[in-house]
């Protein structure tokens, strides 16, 4: 793992899209923190040794989403597919498909499988699976702010993880996507999806894969505004037991109570045309019992003595 000292930095973004927004001043203690997503190989090693069994081996509860048809209920992953053609970028399902047999394993749905793959991110893993790995492994998943601190590696309110330019004398600095989401995927970087979690250049900090590859779960319950802004809130529905948790549903699916946490990084899929989330202060929310072919984690350990 990699030491990163303690600091007060600047935190979220007022130039890109309303959730980053405030940015504030922040202080968090120095922690570890593993230099890359955690991979294929590694997570492995937890099932062999624990017998765990992930989210997306294990069909859905119907109790959990009401109205979904029987014959949906089966146990599966979101997998990216590109499509054809697209009529609005709003609509997420025309490339998303969840697909019946996709899980860590066989990443891309049951005929795939990960055996040239032990060096990439282990991707389908929902928030339970992330953390239950961590906590056997003697390590925790980090904090929102942990996360964005350690991405920017030292450089406070630089654009990226390496500094202002996106690609710095023609260089690319990680993967994600070129050209015209979905549809066509230049894959100028050499990757079409996943890559190995040092093929690109690690940030001031010696991290890898801090942007782009995978989005990565951190701890922190989802919010429309960071804290800094908590006192005006925007549509988060309420619940008589209130705290963070009941403010991180979706007010879109009221029926479905499923709390969300918070993602970071982005991922290989996010273009300038869509998702230009390729940044340390982006963040977007994800319900905890979702998995999907571009979603990962790391790990950190707090200092014992703060």
Not at 189 to 199: H, I, K, L, Q, W
């Amino acid at each position: 793992m990699v030491w990163i000292p303690g600091g007060t930095f600047r935190m979220g973004s007022d130039r890109h899209y309303p959730e980053e927004a405030p940015s504030h001043r922040v202080t968090v203690d120095g922690f570890w923190i593993d230099p890359t997503p955690v991979t294929n190989r590694q997570f492995k090693r937890f099932v062999i040794e624990t017998g765990h069994k992930s989210f997306a081996e294990i069909p859905p509860d119907p109790k959990h989403y009401p109205g979904a048809l029987p014959h949906m209920l089966y146990a599966g992953s979101l997998v990216f597919e590109r499509p054809r053609s697209t009529y609005d970028l709003r609509d997420w399902s025309q490339w998303w498909s969840f697909m019946k047999g996709a899980n860590w394993r066989h990443p891309y749905g049951p005929k795939s499988d990960i055996n040239v793959l032990n060096d990439h991110p282990v991707v389908h893993v929902s928030y339970a699976d992330a953390f239950l790995y961590a906590r056997w492994a003697g390590k925790a998943l980090p904090t929102e702010a942990e996360w964005e601190f350690a991405a920017r590696g030292g450089l406070d309110g630089a654009e990226f993880a390496w500094g202002d330019e996106f690609m710095p004398d023609g260089r690319h600095m990680a993967n994600t996507w070129q050209g015209e989401f979905p549809l066509r995927n230049l894959h100028e970087d050499g990757y079409e999806r996943t890559s190995p979690v040092t093929a690109f250049p690690p940030n001031g900090y010696g991290l890898h894969d801090m942007i782009g590859n995978v989005w990565e779960w951190t701890a922190d319950w989802w919010s429309a505004k960071h804290e800094a802004d908590a006192a005006k809130p925007c549509c988060i529905p309420q619940n008589p037991r209130g705290g963070p948790e009941a403010a991180s549903l979706d007010p879109c699916q009221p029926a479905i109570r499923i709390p969300r946490k918070v993602l970071k990084g982005g991922s290989h899929l996010c273009a300038p045309n869509y998702c230009r989330r390729y940044r340390p202060a982006a963040r977007h929310a994800e319900a905890i019992d979702t998995s999907t072919s571009h979603l990962g984690f790391r790990c950190v350990v707090r200092n014992p003595l703060t």
